[in-house]
Each structure stands twice: as C-alpha cells, then as structure tokens.
C-alpha cells in the first residue's frame, strides 16, 4: 500500500516568506506527527496530532510555526515569515491505532531559507 | 527533559566483522526503537522494543532492550556493505493517555568497508 506522502519534496524561499509543507499519512492511519532534522539539532519533535486535535504542540519551536489537520488526514505545516535557522528536512509519520506508536515516516521535504 | 545518547556516533567497520551500537536513556520508559536511514532518505523502521528483555532479530541485525539499566543494543553480526547507513534509537514517554512524539539519539553513521 501506499506509504507517507510529502509535498514538495524541496522548498527554497527567502527569508520572511511564509511557508506551507503537506503530509498525506497512511490510509488510516488516526495519528500523525511532524519532525525537523537538521545538522546541529538532529531529528526533533514538533507536533502530534490524534484525529484533527493536537494534543501535543511542545515542539513547536516559536509562534511562527502551527500546524493543522483536516478530515483525520491531510496535515499542513506552515511557517510564517521564515528565518535562515528553519533551514532542515521537515519529516512526517504516521502510525495506526493498533500499534504501538511504531511510526511510519515519509520521505520529507528539505526547505531551504536563504 | 529526555536525553537520549547513542554511542558510537560514527563507525566505520570491515565487512566479516561484529560490532553493537548502544543507546542509553535518561528517563523510565519501556518502548524504544530502532530506525535506519539511508543518505537522503527517510526513516525505515527497523525494531520495536516494548518491555524488558526484549529482544528482536531481523537478518545480521539484533536489538535489545534493558529497561532496569535504561539500554538498548543493536548488534550487527557479519557485518555486510549494505548494512552501511544511520541508525537511530528513539524512546517515547508513554503517558498512557497517548502516545507522545518521539526522542531521538543523534545517530550512528556507520560505513562497511570490503
């Protein structure tokens, strides 16, 4: 089946632009996640959601990061007014009600702010 | 706050040859996996750990958990080329009310010399 879709799979953008990255999880999958790696901080947590609601938002780095989900699936990462630090591989997984919280990661989109 | 540590962070090794990655963890928990990447790639999950004493075997790969001494192993048998990539080990705090985000190790480069 079908894996983690992300798109786009590159973004370059200037410095103050906004931002939008998309995941398409696994068909059923009720819970998605988002992480940012990079060189300096290797892979960090930003958010989870658990159907539309997201329960946890402690790795959000700053309010100019949110984070949204539609229908229990399609989820939206967008940075407002983008700074050169936000340079990374933005990463999205998924996993299924049944188990236990083995995510399942796509392929990423690298963002680069210049 | 979590700290996950995993040690070597680079290895380079000869094919024909054993050697274990360890993962230490700084706070209970009794879930952690093993994810490999490939340059450019996402995430492939390898192995769930879920209690102590785990153990998971999947081809030259074996992984390990000791949850008393916050431990995890991946030892890799016979080392092959293909097996050349990151691994990560990932531990989430369980909370029982959901599954949190994940905490990651900074990852093992290792390369598998002919």
């Known amino acids: 089946g079908a894996g983690v879709s992300q798109s786009p799979s590159n973004k370059v953008t200037e410095k103050g632009k906004d931002v939008e990255l998309r995941c398409d999880p696994i068909?059923?999958?009720?819970?998605l996640y988002w992480y940012r790696q990079s060189l300096g901080q290797g892979l960090e947590f930003l958010i989870y959601?658990?159907?539309?609601?997201?329960?946890?938002k402690s790795g959000l780095p700053s309010d100019r990061f949110s984070a949204e989900r539609t229908g229990g699936s399609v989820s939206t990462l967008t940075i407002q007014r983008t700074q050169q630090e936000d340079s990374a591989v933005y990463l999205c997984?998924?996993?299924?009600?049944?188990?236990?919280?083995?995510?399942?990661f796509g392929p990423g989109t690298r963002l680069t702010v210049l | 706050e979590l700290k996950v540590e995993q040690n070597p962070l680079f290895l380079s090794m000869q094919e024909g040859k054993n050697y274990t990655i360890y993962c230490n963890y700084s706070?209970?928990?009794?879930?952690l996996y093993w994810y490999r990447q490939d340059p450019g790639k996402s995430l492939e999950s390898l192995f769930v750990?879920?209690?102590?004493?785990a153990v998971k075997q999947e081809g030259r790969l074996m992984a390990s958990l000791d949850t008393k001494a916050r431990l995890s192993t991946l030892h890799i048998t016979a080392a092959v080329h293909d097996l050349s990539a990151t691994y990560f080990c990932?531990?989430?705090?369980?909370?029982?009310?959901?599954?949190?985000?994940?905490?990651f190790g900074k990852g093992t480069h290792l390369i598998i010399q002919p």
């Open positions: 997984a998924s996993r299924s009600r049944n188990r236990v919280n083995e995510q399942f």
């Open positions: 068909s059923g999958h009720t819970a």
């Open positions: 959601f658990q159907g539309n609601s997201a329960p946890d």
């Open positions: 706070t209970t928990s009794d879930r």
């Open positions: 750990l879920l209690s102590n004493g």
């Open positions: 990932a531990v989430d705090l369980y909370s029982g009310g959901g599954a949190d985000g994940l905490t």
